[in-house]
């Protein structure tokens, strides 16, 4: 275990009250520890834990290497703890309990904090976010979630399949026609196809527009819910041909105001932004970690 220890005169922001102007000189410690499963930077200060699940072909690695989060959550005091748990846009009974059982007992492995829970992920990533987050609440497990976001992810199932079928006919550009292939093609295997009945999407998607079904969510009603996007249209139109529903953004936008009219808007944010979207090699594309502001995130995990 290698412990890194990173002196710099800090401006911390505290759980609960702390004046944010208040200088702090100690050094902030922690540890970094790899396996196959996870990458975690433990803070030595246990004021919460950030759990994050990568994009789909993605993994712990390519999180860190994208989201710069981890300097100002050891800052806080915050944990971070970045799964290589990928190649999942949903999860069904069974892989919700594993997920479960894996991530209790990393925390109780590692001694992290079980209060300030916030779990978050990346496209597929936040798919699991939310479905693992309404699972843990209804199971009672002793890792309850305080909050959890998702960036620019695919929610409803039953629509990324309905895009996919309209890329196709298009064949527009590469990169849209393999993504477009692949999904239809997985979705006839796992779902059917929904001109043969939609019941298996509602099942498994976290959210279906068409039914306005969010069974998957239910239980996340007293938890903070943040939903990322940059619906830069004239990208997509550029790139991809794609109208403004087709985007994730679209998805999002309906689930945040179904989610504030079901559960109260007080704890229900929708985070639009503009021109942010860029990958680490400085690649342009709104679909990217890089839309989450981490001061603020840090902020809104701390209030």
């Given at each position: 275990m290698r412990t890194l220890i990173i002196i710099l005169a800090l401006i911390v922001i505290s759980c609960k009250g702390q004046n944010k102007e208040d200088i702090q000189t100690e050094k902030p410690v922690s540890d970094e520890i790899t396996t196959s499963d996870i990458e975690l930077i433990k803070s030595e200060k246990q004021n919460g834990l950030l759990i994050l699940f990568p994009c789909f072909p993605c993994d712990a690695k390519n999180t860190f290497s994208e989201?710069?989060?981890?300097?100002?959550?050891?800052?806080?005091?915050?944990?971070?703890?970045?799964?290589?748990?990928?190649?999942?846009?949903?999860?069904?009974?069974?892989?919700?309990?594993?997920?479960?059982?894996?991530?209790?007992?990393?925390?109780?492995?590692?001694?992290?904090?079980?209060e300030n829970i916030f779990i978050g992920g990346f496209s597929s990533g936040g798919n699991v976010s939310l479905l693992i987050s309404d699972y843990l609440v209804a199971s009672k497990s002793k890792i309850q979630p305080k909050g959890v976001f998702v960036v620019d992810s695919p929610i409803d199932l039953l629509a990324l399949y309905k895009t996919a079928q309209k890329n196709l006919k298009m064949e527009f550009s590469e990169p849209s026609i393999q993504e477009a292939t692949w999904i239809k093609s997985f979705f006839d295997k796992e779902f059917g196809n929904p001109e043969n009945g939609i019941e298996n999407y509602e099942k498994y998607s976290p959210f279906?527009?068409?039914?306005?079904?969010?069974?998957?969510?239910?239980?996340l009603k007293n938890l903070k819910i943040r939903f990322y996007t940059e619906p830069d249209l004239k990208w997509w139109q550029e790139n991809r041909k794609n109208d403004y529903e087709?985007?994730?953004?679209?998805?999002?936008?309906?689930?945040?105001?179904?989610?504030?009219?079901?559960?109260?808007?007080?704890?229900?944010?929708?985070?639009?932004?503009?021109?942010?979207?860029?990958r680490a090699n400085g690649e342009r594309h709104p679909h990217s970690w890089t839309i989450v502001n981490e001061k603020d995130l840090m902020k809104w995990m701390t209030e």
């Open positions: 989201f710069k989060i981890s300097e100002i959550s050891i800052k806080n005091g915050f944990s971070v703890l970045a799964m290589n748990f990928n190649q999942h846009l949903f999860l069904n009974k069974s892989e919700k309990q594993k997920l479960a059982e894996q991530l209790e007992k990393i925390v109780l492995e590692n001694n992290l904090s079980k279906t527009l068409e039914t306005q079904n969010i069974e998957n969510l239910k239980n087709d985007l994730n953004a679209y998805y999002l936008k309906n689930l945040s105001d179904k989610l504030k009219t079901e559960f109260g808007s007080e704890n229900i944010e929708l985070i639009e932004t503009e021109n942010k979207g860029y």
